[in-house]
């Protein structure tokens, strides 16, 4: 990519760690993925034609600015949006709406408040057929792996923010979706609980077979979190590119301190910076600012 900073070369254990997920069957494949919405007297493209591929287990992060499409992008990636062209594919099936292989969470804390902590992870369970003695049993399960189980008589007004999403994954996981959908799910949540919240979930997903789409605006969590980034640009939302992550994930999670993630952290913010930059050069230009006689020189 012209002026934007290269990542360093991956080590061999990198390389042979991407050459196992591609080596992965796919789970997804989205192809030429066009949304448009009607925009005054027309329509607006949001998604400019969209390709990607992720493989069994892997971690797919999507960044972008403001306004570029990962919402939307993900939306119609879980059938809650219709695409106006191309096609996705969840194991080789068309997806055309929601659907048990697909499960999503969102920002906000989506359970059912008048329902317990077990009768929400139990829900989707119930709906999916299961007797209510498996569902429970399955439920509990569930609540276990995201650490939760003695909680399961609580209702989500007695848990902290942190808990109710650790709910909300086990609720979504609960379905055994083949991808889990996750739109800036600790986006709400302090620093402190953000992170501990990465690591509950790099850990639950090294435990299970599912494949992660998390968007994010932070980077940072990004640059923890995924085996590959897809950088997205606005105005119409397409791929900049699809980054590999050059680093592995030691026993105790990665570090930004880490080199290699402070060159890929560098080279997503050049990326970024250089589409946004070419997008405004196409807004209307800022108002030329007035400088105040009153005020003198230097800032520093
Ligand atoms: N149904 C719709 N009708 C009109 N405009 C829409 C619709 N859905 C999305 N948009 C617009 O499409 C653009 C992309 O929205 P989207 O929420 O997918 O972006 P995003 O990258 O997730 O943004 P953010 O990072 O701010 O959450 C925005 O400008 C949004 O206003």
Same mark, same amino acid.
């Given at each position: 990519?012209?002026?934007?900073?290269?990542?360093?070369?991956?080590?061999?254990?990198?390389?042979?760690?991407?050459?196992?997920?591609?080596?992965?069957?796919?789970?997804?494949?989205?192809?030429?993925?066009?949304?448009?919405?009607?925009?005054?007297?027309?329509?607006?493209?949001?998604?400019?034609?969209?390709?990607?591929?992720?493989?069994?287990?892997?971690?797919?992060?999507?960044?972008?600015?403001?306004?570029?499409?990962?919402? $939307?992008?993900?939306?119609?990636?879980?059938?809650?949006?219709?695409?106006?062209?191309?096609?996705?594919?969840?194991?080789?099936?068309?997806?055309?709406?929601?659907?048990?292989?697909?499960?999503?969470?969102?920002?906000?804390?989506?359970?059912?408040?008048?329902?317990?902590?077990?009768? !929400?992870?139990?829900?989707?369970?119930?709906? +999916?057929?299961?007797?209510?003695?498996?569902?429970?049993?399955?439920?509990?399960?569930?609540? $276990?792996?995201?650490?939760?189980?003695?909680?399961?008589?609580?209702?989500?007004?007695?848990?902290?923010?942190?808990?109710?999403?650790?709910?909300?994954? +086990?609720?979504?996981?609960?379905?055994?979706?083949?991808?889990?959908?996750?739109?800036?799910?600790?986006? +709400?949540?302090?620093?402190?609980?953000? =992170?501990?919240?990465?690591?509950?979930?790099?850990?639950?997903?090294?435990?299970?077979?599912?494949?992660?789409?998390?968007?994010?605006?932070?980077?940072?969590? =990004?640059?923890?979190?995924?085996?590959?980034?897809?950088?997205?640009?606005? !105005?119409?939302?397409?791929?900049?590119?699809?980054?590999?992550?050059?680093?592995?994930?030691?026993?105790?999670?990665?570090?930004?301190?880490?080199?290699?993630?402070?060159?890929?952290?560098?080279?997503?913010?050049?990326?970024?910076?250089?589409?946004?930059?070419?997008?405004?050069?196409?807004?209307?230009? +800022?108002?030329?600012?007035?400088?105040?006689?009153?005020?003198?020189?230097?800032?520093?």
């Amino acid at each position: 990519m012209s002026g934007s900073l290269a990542l360093p070369e991956q080590s061999e254990d990198v390389r042979a760690r991407f050459a196992r997920i591609k080596a992965r069957e796919e789970i997804l494949q989205v192809r030429g993925l066009v949304k448009r919405v009607p925009s005054g007297s027309g329509e607006r493209t949001i998604l400019g034609g969209i390709d990607l591929v992720t493989h069994r287990r892997e971690f797919l992060c999507v960044v972008g600015p403001s306004g570029c499409g990962k919402s $939307t992008l993900i939306r119609t990636i879980a059938g809650l949006e219709e695409a106006q062209g191309g096609d996705i594919l969840v194991t080789g099936r068309p997806v055309h709406g929601p659907g048990p292989d697909r499960a999503m969470v969102f920002q906000g804390y989506t359970l059912f408040p008048w329902l317990s902590v077990l009768r !929400n992870v139990m829900f989707g369970l119930e709906m +999916a057929g299961l007797p209510k003695a498996e569902a429970d049993r399955q439920a509990r399960q569930w609540l $276990t792996l995201v650490g939760l189980e003695p909680y399961a008589d609580a209702y989500p007004a007695q848990l902290s923010g942190g808990m109710k999403q650790r709910v909300a994954i +086990a609720r979504a996981l609960a379905i055994q979706p083949r991808i889990l959908l996750m739109d800036e799910p600790f986006s +709400a949540l302090d620093a402190r609980t953000r =992170a501990r919240m990465q690591a509950y979930l790099v850990d639950i997903w090294r435990k299970i077979d599912v494949t992660i789409l998390f968007i994010t605006h932070d980077l940072d969590e =990004a640059v923890l979190l995924a085996d590959r980034i897809l950088v997205l640009k606005a !105005n119409p939302g397409e791929v900049v590119e699809l980054m590999e992550v050059p680093a592995l994930r030691p026993p105790g999670g990665r570090s930004l301190d880490d080199p290699a993630l402070e060159a890929t952290l560098a080279r997503l913010e050049s990326l970024i910076h250089a589409h946004e930059q070419a997008g405004a050069e196409d807004d209307e230009p +800022a108002p030329p600012v007035v400088k105040l006689d009153s005020v003198g020189h230097g800032v520093d």
